[in-house]
């Protein structure tokens, strides 16, 4: 039986990167640490550690179990929180990651509704792209998140993940030079010859996949996640991008051009550790989370389009 708190060491010293910031983290002395880790291994018989110089290195082994330890100490953490909100809705308190356009658009509408339906239960919101917001969930630093996936894309095998919704892309140009009401990733090869503009890791590789089954390699000389920034420099002429319709519900510069890219979409993910029923807090945010996302970007088989789609011009 591996002992949480031994466990607890290895993980600070993989997160930490030395046996010195491990103890100062877990406010114990180096000679506590060092005991800890030689009967955890003891416990499990394996080498995790071994010494380089004057420091300690994390072996494979103690790599792999340092990262399970990550997500074992993140559900109990989680496992505490739900025994502490349980007792009433009243006490509850919900940790909610978001990526940055959620954050703007969908994240007003969470802690309205949540406010209104259930006004003792305190929320914490935070902004993470992605994969952040997953490594928070995993190491117990937040609740939920809400995340994103394009097509091929998966979450971690560690995380509960639910697809809430349907985020369209739309192809961002100079004013004037693609007045067009749809265009297919097929039509993406008439601008080979353009800069690109590149957002956040996910979005690039989907970009770049999107741009490969169009049949060339974009150019890409800007790299920005700020979706403001990306279409300032596309307003005075610099480059094009595919943009997702949140973000261009977030702000919409006067001086682009957007066209709809027929079948392209980034699916909204909710994710949550361990399987359903959640925790009575954790459960009355995840409804408020699922009601608004599938109101604003619902499924493609949702019964009507977005109402954050339509742009101004």
Not at 7 to 24: I, P, R
Not at 172 to 185: D, E, G, I
Not at 198 to 217: I, K, M, Q, T
Request: aromatic content about 4%; proline content about 6%; charged content about 20%.
């Amino acid at each position: 039986m591996i002992d949480v708190n031994r466990l607890q060491v290895l993980v600070a010293l993989a997160k930490y990167g030395t046996a010195s910031a491990a103890a100062e983290a877990l406010h114990y002395s180096q000679p506590t640490v060092s005991h800890h880790l030689k009967r955890l291994e003891a416990e499990t018989g394996a080498v995790l550690v071994r010494r380089v110089g004057r420091g300690l290195v994390l072996t494979e082994e103690g790599v792999r179990l340092a990262a399970r330890g990550e997500e074992i100490l993140g559900l109990m953490s989680r496992a505490s929180t739900e025994l502490a909100s349980s007792i009433s809705l009243q006490s509850g308190h919900v940790r909610l990651a978001i990526f940055p356009s959620g954050m703007a658009t969908l994240a007003p509408r969470i802690v309205t509704e949540l406010h209104s339906r259930h006004p003792g239960l305190e929320l914490d919101v935070v902004e993470a792209e992605p994969p952040e917001a997953e490594a928070l969930l995993i190491a117990g630093e937040v609740d939920l998140a809400v995340t994103f996936t394009y097509a091929g894309q998966q979450c971690s095998d560690a995380v509960t993940s639910q697809v809430l919704g349907e985020d369209p892309l739309y192809l961002v140009t100079p004013p004037a030079r693609y007045p067009k009401s749809l265009v297919t990733l097929t039509d993406l090869a008439g601008f080979e010859d353009d800069d690109w503009l590149a957002g956040c890791e996910r979005c690039r590789v989907y970009l770049v996949s999107a741009c490969d089954r169009a049949g060339f390699a974009p150019k890409i000389r800007f790299a920005s996640d700020d979706y403001v920034a990306a279409q300032s420099l596309i307003a005075v002429g610099h480059g094009v991008t595919m943009l997702p319709g949140l973000a261009l519900a977030a702000h919409r510069h006067p001086d682009v051009e957007v066209t709809r890219v027929e079948g392209a979409v980034r699916s909204v993910r909710l994710l949550s550790l361990g399987r359903p029923p959640l925790p009575p807090a954790l459960d009355a945010a995840s409804a408020v989370v699922r009601h608004v996302v599938a109101d604003v970007v619902p499924l493609a088989d949702g019964s009507r389009d977005s109402e954050l789609a339509v742009f101004p011009a």
